[in-house]
């Protein structure tokens, strides 16, 4: 599992260093030729980060769908009759995506579309070391679970 998002990681900085590059050499002009660019290398990155996401098999951490998350909290609250198991993993992720579509359309508003990228790719360099880093040190986490 370490190695799965480590490598995960590291592809998806990959597909953002190739935005991040097609933006710069388009100098800011989202033309639409770099639009679709833009497009297939990004929807490419957030496929595989779903796609690792689901095979991780982390619990209550739905990527794609942030509703079915809201509905697992609700269906398992006391008032609805259910006994609310972790609720405070469900309530962070839900927080997490929120905050993170949030600041994604902050810097999308306010800053240059280039900026924007190298943010996001240096967040997921960053993030691949230390998953990297972490799956060699034999944690639980990182073994398939059985």
Known sequence: ??????????????????????????????????QYTLIVL???????????????????????????????????????????PRPGRRILSVLAIFLGAFVGAWLLAKAELALTLGLMLAALTGTALVARRLASSGAAWTRPPG
């Open 1 to 34: 599992r370490g190695r799965l998002l480590a490598l995960g990681t590291a592809v998806q900085a990959v597909l953002v260093a190739a935005a991040l590059g097609t933006a710069l050499v388009a100098h800011g002009r989202v033309t639409t030729p770099v």
């Open 42 to 84: 990004l929807g490419l990155a957030m496929g595989l980060q779903n796609a690792v996401a689901r095979r991780l098999g982390v619990p209550d951490l739905t990527t794609t769908v942030l509703t079915l998350t809201l509905t697992g909290l609700a269906a398992d609250s006391t008032p609805a009759g259910g006994a609310a």
